[in-house]
C-alpha cells in the first residue's frame, strides 16, 4: 500500500482515535496531533520539516489559555488511542511501524513546539518580575526620600519656631 492510501486508512481512524463518541464532535482535544499525523502520512517527501498549522495550532490553544501541560497531555492521549486502534486496524507490522514513526514524529515536533512556547513565555516572565522588582526598588527609594525630606522639614520646623 502506498503512503497516500495509508494516510487515508488513518484517517479512518478519527473518531476512534479523537474519542469523538466520549467527546462530542466538536474540536476534540488533541485535533492538531491528529491532523498533523494524517500530513505526515500523506507526504511523500522524508523530513518536510516542521508542520507550521501545528505550530499555529498548539500556538493558538496556548493563546487561548490551555496550559502547555494539557496540549501535552491531549497529544499523549491521542497518541495512546492511536497505538490501539492501528493494532487493530493494521495486520501488517510495516504499516504499524510507518504510522508509528510518523505519529512518533508529530509528537516529538508538538512537544518541541509547547517546550519553546513555554521558554518563551518563561522568558517575558522573568522580564516582567525583574521590571516589577526594579518598580518596586525605585518606590522604596523614593518613600525613603521622601521620609528623609519630611523629618528634615519637620526638624526646620520646629528649629525655627513656627
Known sequence: M???SLSDRVQVLRDEVLDTAERGDRDPPGTEIFDALIRALATTESGAGID??????VARRLAWGD??????GDAGEVFTRLMKAI???FRDP???MAVTEAAADVITTASRIVALAALGRAGRDRSARTREELA????HDAL????????RLQQEVRDSGL
Do not use: F, M
Open 87 to 89: 493494532g487493530r486496524a
Open 67 to 72: 496550559t502547555e501541560e494539557v496540549v501535552l
Open 94 to 96: 510495516e504499516e504499524q
Open 144 to 151: 525613603a526620600e521622601q521620609k528623609a525630606t519630611l523629618a
Open 52 to 57: 507550521l498549522n501545528l505550530r499555529d495550532a
Open 2 to 4: 502506498g503512503q497516500s
Open 136 to 139: 518596586q526598588r525605585r518606590l
